[in-house]
């Protein structure tokens, strides 16, 4: 059975592109003293002077397996490098073993203090108090005199509030986020809200079957996200161009996705109608088992989006195969009855940056014509 700490970190991790969320945490609030920060190791960027107190402090939460706090990174490098020689630093934390850590410095460029508190006493004192952080990741701003001057997600932290925070002016705390609602609400076991969106900010958050929070998705995406793994998705509606918000829960994962896809089709008047075509898909083999990273810990498997990559945390080949043909639509097929789990990051703006990315591990891939089942969406 999966203890609490594990099944939040389920909960938020189960996601699907750029998402930078951050909820309020329970145990701080803005204009509070800030709690004890820990740092059991200085991993890289490792300052002369590592005493946090007499300095403004940026103290951004992250893990290897969130590929939002991944996919932020770029952003808050940009900053550092804006607010360079002023009295400020910035400060990545995380809770994991220097070896997941190191793995991860190999391929993604922090600019940042980056540390990690490997007895989880950080993220308790700023999160709920009791497991951990309510929701990754999290940025925290603390100024001289240890006080916290903004709570919220890092896509927010820009430069307006980095001059704000320098002079010391106090910010709004980030809005909470409605997901963690659903998860929350044990009594809770339907629920349903679809709108169209307005969102900038594209972003997917998924526990199983159970629960399904959408924002700024295009309705061929939703649809995708639900439907068989062997089943394409071909949308001809004028619906087709705009996005959506969706939050969604039913507490019986078998029949879950299949009620939301009638209700979906219910409330914007579409049919739907299934058809076999030829298509293209791409046969996969690994060719160097020597590029393959093994996960260090099998105990917890996530996906989560980084922007304009995925990182996969203790996937079996298959489970990452079928993952990627979901997102680009072109089916990845590997013949491989290979249980181990391993950790990817795999580029995703293109299929040949996707192919690019499983070279870097070891695989080979080939185009081939194949017979394929499509959902066909039409509006009545």
Same mark, same amino acid.
């Given at each position: 059975?999966?203890?609490?700490?594990?099944?939040?970190?389920?909960?938020?991790?189960?996601?699907?592109?750029?998402?930078?969320?951050?909820?309020?945490? @329970?145990?701080?609030?803005?204009?509070?003293?800030?709690?004890?920060?820990?740092?059991?190791?200085?991993?890289?960027?490792?300052?002369?002077?590592?005493?946090?107190?007499?300095?403004?402090?940026?103290?951004?939460? &992250?893990?290897? &397996?969130?590929?939002?706090?991944?996919?932020?990174?770029?952003?808050?490098?940009?900053?550092?490098?804006?607010?360079?020689? #002023?009295?400020? #630093?910035?400060?990545?934390?995380?809770?994991?073993?220097?070896?997941?850590?190191?793995?991860?410095?190999?391929?993604?460029?922090?600019?940042?203090?980056?540390?990690?508190?490997?007895?989880? @006493?950080?993220?308790?004192?700023?999160?709920?108090?009791?497991?951990?952080?309510?929701?990754?990741?999290?940025?925290?701003?603390?100024?001289?005199?240890?006080?916290? #001057?903004?709570?919220?997600?890092?896509?927010?932290?820009?430069?307006?509030?980095?001059?704000?925070?320098?002079?010391?002016?106090?910010?709004?705390?980030?809005?909470?986020?409605?997901?963690?609602?659903?998860?929350?609400?044990?009594?809770?076991?339907?629920?349903?809200?679809?709108?169209?969106?307005?969102?900038?900010?594209?972003?997917?958050?998924?526990?199983?079957?159970?629960?399904?929070?959408?924002?700024?998705?295009?309705?061929?995406?939703?649809? #995708?996200?639900?439907?068989?793994?062997?089943?394409?998705?071909?949308?001809?509606?004028?619906?087709?161009?705009?996005?959506?918000?969706?939050?969604?829960?039913?507490?019986?994962?078998?029949?879950?996705?299949?009620?939301?896809?009638?209700?979906?089709?219910?409330?914007?008047?579409?049919?739907?109608? /299934?058809?076999?075509?030829?298509?293209?898909?791409?046969?996969?083999?690994? /060719?160097?088992?020597?590029?393959?990273?093994?996960?260090?810990?099998?105990?917890?498997?996530?996906?989560?989006?980084?922007?304009?990559?995925? /990182?996969?945390?203790?996937?079996?080949?298959?489970?990452?195969?079928?993952?990627?043909?979901?997102?680009?639509?072109?089916?990845?097929?590997?013949?491989?009855?290979?249980?181990?789990?391993?950790?990817?990051? /795999?580029?995703?703006? @293109?299929?040949?940056?996707?192919?690019?990315?499983?070279?870097?591990?070891?695989?080979?891939?080939?185009?081939?014509?194949?017979?394929?089942?499509?959902?066909?969406?039409?509006?009545?």
């Amino acid at each position: 059975m999966l203890n609490l700490k594990m099944m939040k970190k389920i909960f938020l991790l189960l996601s699907i592109v750029l998402v930078n969320t951050a909820l309020g945490q @329970s145990n701080i609030s803005v204009g509070q003293e800030a709690p004890e920060i820990n740092i059991t190791h200085w991993v890289k960027n490792e300052p002369a002077d590592k005493i946090l107190d007499d300095q403004y402090t940026v103290l951004e939460f &992250w893990a290897t &397996w969130c590929g939002p706090c991944i996919g932020a990174v770029p952003h808050m490098n940009e900053l550092q490098e804006e607010f360079k020689g #002023q009295d400020v #630093q910035f400060v990545s934390i995380t809770d994991e073993s220097i070896e997941k850590v190191q793995r991860i410095l190999k391929r993604v460029d922090f600019h940042s203090i980056v540390v990690s508190d490997t007895t989880g @006493s950080t993220q308790i004192n700023f999160g709920n108090g009791e497991t951990g952080l309510d929701q990754y990741p999290l940025t925290v701003l603390i100024d001289k005199q240890n006080v916290i #001057q903004w709570v919220g997600r890092p896509t927010e932290l820009n430069q307006e509030v980095m001059r704000n925070f320098l002079n010391e002016t106090e910010t709004s705390e980030a809005e909470p986020k409605s997901f963690m609602d659903l998860i929350n609400d044990k009594d809770l076991d339907h629920y349903f809200f679809l709108k169209e969106s307005t969102s900038e900010i594209i972003s997917k958050h998924q526990l199983g079957n159970i629960i399904l929070s959408l924002k700024g998705v295009e309705l061929k995406d939703i649809f #995708q996200t639900i439907v068989a793994e062997n089943m394409k998705v071909d949308l001809h509606t004028s619906l087709e161009e705009k996005k959506y918000d969706l939050i969604y829960k039913h507490s019986d994962a078998e029949e879950s996705l299949q009620l939301l896809q009638k209700e979906l089709l219910r409330q914007l008047d579409l049919t739907t109608g /299934i058809e076999q075509r030829m298509d293209m898909q791409y046969e996969t083999r690994v /060719i160097d088992n020597n590029l393959l990273e093994v996960a260090l810990d099998e105990s917890f498997s996530a996906k989560s989006d980084a922007g304009d990559q995925l /990182i996969f945390t203790a996937f079996t080949i298959k489970d990452m195969m079928k993952e990627l043909s979901l997102l680009h639509g072109t089916s990845f097929e590997i013949e491989l009855e290979n249980e181990v789990k391993y950790d990817f990051i /795999i580029k995703t703006n @293109s299929v040949e940056q996707t192919i690019e990315s499983l070279n870097s591990y070891g695989f080979e891939t080939k185009l081939k014509e194949v017979e394929q089942s499509y959902l066909v969406i039409t509006q009545d």
